[in-house]
Structure formats: C-alpha cells, structure tokens
C-alpha cells in the first residue's frame, strides 16, 4: 500500500473549523476587552498603583504552556493572575488569559471547548500496556471531526514512575482512539502530539489500525511492544487496515497533527537521542531506541518510497509523526495550527503593555517550536514586553532573547527534589508572578520619576 500523499490536502480542500465569537478560556470576552483598553484615564478609579501607571490601566496579556506532570495551561494562567493581584489593585489593570495549548495534555478538552463540542470517555491501552481511562472529541456541526491528544492515551503522566522505559512503552491506546473516531464515522482527525511518554515511531498506533508488523520470518511483531521490538523489523502489512484508510476509499478520511515540526526520527538530534533520557531512557536503551527507530524509516522507505526519518515533524511524540506521516497524515507547525483552532492572532491586535509566559524548563529547546517563544515573536512585533517564568532554567536559555523575551527567571525558590517541585507548582507559581510583577513596578515608578 503507498501512503496518501498530504501535499495533496490543501487549505481548499481541507474541511474548515467553525470560526470562534469568543473563546471560554479567555477571562474576558473581546468586545469587554476593546471597551476597557480604549477607556480614558479618567474612567479609571484613583489608586496609588494607577498613579505609578501616568493614570492609565496596566494592560497585561497572561499566556502560559502548561507544566508537564503538574498544572494544564489554565491551571497555570490562574496562578499567574493571583501572583499578580496580591500586588496590582484590580481596579487599574487589565488582565486577560491565553492558556497555550500546544497540542500536549488538555488540548482536546480545551479545543472541544472553544468549538461547543463534546467529550467521549473511552477506554484503551495505555502507554505500559494497562487499561486506562482516556478521550477524544467530536466538534463541528455536524460532530464529524474528532480530536484527541496523544497524551491522553500514552502520555508521560500515564507512565509510573517506576515503569520508565520508552524502549517498552506503546502508542496502541492512540491508535484505539482513532478507530473509535473512524467507527463514528469522522471524516477528519485532528491529533494532538506533546507531552509523550512513548518512543515507537507510532508503531503500537498503526498495529491498533490494523497494520501488521512482520519480522524476517514473516511472523507477527507483539502487539504494543514498544519500539524495542523495531529491530527486528522487516515488512509493513497494509492488508488489514481499517478501511477507511484505505487508498481506494472514496471519501478519504483528513487526519491532521499539531506537533513540533522540527522535530526528527532519525540521526544526532532524532527523538531517542534529543528525549529519550527525559522519557526515563539509560544510554543503553537510548542506543537500543536510535538503531530501532533507523530500522522502521528503513523499511518503511523501501516498502513505502517515503523517507521518514528526517521528514518535518517525524520525531513528534516518540515519533508518533513517522507514523502518521505514514497514513498520510498532514503535520502542521504548533503555532500554525493553534492559531487557526483559538484564534492566536486576533489576541495581539490588541495593544498589551506586557506579556507573561510560563514553561517548565527554559532552555535550547525553547526556541525550537516550543509556544512561549512563539508568544514572544508575536509580542515582539507588537511592542509588547515579555517576561517568562519556568521551572527551571537550563543550558540554552540565554536565546530565548532574540525570540521577544525580555526577562526570565525561575520560580524555585532553592534545591528542590522533582516530586516537591511538582508539589508545589501553584505557590511556586503565585510567588514567581508576585515577585515579577513587583519588579515591573519598581520599573515603572523610576521610569516615572524621570518624566
């Protein structure tokens, strides 16, 4: 079987999301939003604050990715908000939340959410072979586009702690989240991809569809055996696909991924070296994972004429995009495609005076794709200031600069193990935002000393 095509999915042919009049997570509606900014000075309410501000409300945009294994975006956004308001009067600030949904955990929930749609419960395998309870979404008017989040079904959070292996964890539970949206009947599938605990090059996801993954001897790989099991791989049978994905199939079904397109399969910076040791993987299992995943664009090259291992966006989830790329799936960038489901832009038309961002870790690969640098590009380009909390602050941080950060510091108050970090997320959280917002202050009134 040849995999479709996705250069022949195009943004004509490619069924169109409902536009959004508002959106819910949003803390306040746009028309409320373009009335309070475009408010005199004299509208405002008198206070010592407002006073350090020349007599015009502080106009801050609050716009977080969330904390892996901790808070969701929102979670984080409200957070945020009470580290500010300890410090600013209410009365003469404008706040406004964006929660950045990156396509990781929460994005089928909050993409159902914006659209009016609706949740299914499912059960299906999860990422150490366990039954768990997962999702997916059906919106649209006609609830014929479904979305779910990979992380949902063979997420890192799914994975206990002690159970840390990415050369043993599967992706089968999101390829059983698919079928159930064929089986509905979906005629689009709209995929999340963050936020993984996997490393199978979305093998277990397309042994779930019905592929069948045969060694040299012709015999069947284990289902959901993780990508260990891709050494020994040597032949991709499509006879037992779903039939909606198959290629004589008249009305051809759109699946479409949000993910980090720069992500790769294979090579120095594939996903085994670049997010293996942070999966739970030892240098052995990391060597083990690399030389499998080089095994499977291998065959799927030979059998398929489609070179995956360096595709855009192939190394995604564990290499689920590999996967999916070869169902015909289209990979679209993360800001691209968020910007389309929550209308991103339409928030900076706005004037904001500041722009406050969170992730867990700052580091090199925050300007690789990651959404707080993509904020700050925006904010950048509409003059706003941005300043960035994280978790923690690694090696590479420094070039987040030159994306529109202006200012980054951690929320850890001191040595901490990862559990209390975890723990704790909120205060540390409320405290970052307060001592931020401070500072900001500081600024401001020396700023206004001198006019």
């Known amino acids: 079987m040849k995999a ?14 409902p536009d959004l009049a508002t959106l819910p997570t949003f803390s306040l509606l746009p028309e409320k939003v373009d009335g309070i900014i475009t408010a005199t000075a004299s509208s405002a309410l008198p206070t010592p604050t407002l006073d350090i501000f020349g ?94 989040d990979m992380a949902a079904a063979a997420g890192l959070r799914l994975v206990p702690k002690d159970l840390r292996d990415p050369t043993v964890t599967t992706t089968y539970g999101v390829g059983e989240l698919m079928k159930k949206a064929l089986d509905e009947g979906c005629t689009k599938i709209v995929i999340g991809c963050g936020d993984s605990g996997t490393s199978d090059g979305g093998a277990g996801m397309l042994q779930a569809l019905g592929v069948r993954l045969l060694d040299e001897h012709g015999q069947e790989l284990p289902k959901a055996d993780g990508g260990r099991s891709l050494s020994r791989l040597q032949k991709l049978c499509w006879c037992g696909v ?25 090579g120095p910076k594939g996903v085994a070296r670049i997010y293996g040791p942070q999966k739970g993987a030892t240098p052995e299992q990391v060597d083990l994972l690399a030389a499998a995943l080089d095994k499977f664009a291998q065959v799927a090259e030979k059998e398929m004429e489609k070179d995956v291992s360096h595709a855009p966006g192939s190394g995604a989830s564990g290499g689920l995009g590999a996967g ?9 960038p993360r800001s691209e495609a968020i910007n389309e489901y929550f209308e991103f832009d339409r928030v900076f038309e706005q004037q ?15 300007t690789q794709g990651k959404m707080t640098t993509e904020v700050a590009r925006r904010a950048k380009r509409h003059g706003a200031q941005v300043v960035a909390l994280a978790g923690t602050i690694g090696e590479g941080a420094d ?38 917002m401070r500072m900001i202050l500081v600024g401001l009134a020396l700023g206004r000393r001198n006019v």
């Not at 479709?4 to 999301?17: A, N, V």
């Open 55 to 148: 007599g015009h409300p502080l106009r801050i945009l609050i716009a977080p990715s969330g904390f892996k294994e901790s808070l969701g975006p929102e979670d984080v956004a409200d957070a945020i908000e009470a580290g500010i308001r300890k410090v600013v009067d209410r009365n003469c600030t404008i706040i406004r939340k964006l929660p950045l949904h990156d396509g990781g955990e929460g994005f089928c929930r909050a993409l159902v959410a914006a659209h009016g749609g609706e949740i299914k419960e499912e059960i299906v395998t999860g990422p150490v072979g366990w039954p768990i309870e997962s999702h997916l979404g059906l919106i649209g008017e006609d609830r014929k586009t479904a979305v779910l």
């Open 352 to 366: 904001w005076d500041f722009v406050i961002t969170a992730e867990g870790s700052l580091d090199s690969q925050s």
């Open 399 to 436: 070039g987040c600069y030159s994306a529109g950060i202006k200012a980054f510091t951690s929320i850890l108050r001191g040595p901490s193990s990862l559990e209390d970090a975890i723990a704790e997320t909120e205060k540390l959280l409320k405290d970052g935002a307060e001592k931020v």
């Open 4 to 17: 479709r095509d996705p250069s022949t999915i195009t943004p004509s042919t490619r069924p169109k999301l």
């Open 242 to 266: 779903h039939p909606r994905l198959r290629e004589d199939v008249e009305a051809k079904v759109q699946i479409e991924a949000v993910c980090n397109i720069k992500n790769v399969l294979c």
């Open 324 to 332: 999916l790329l070869l169902l015909g799936a289209k990979l679209r």
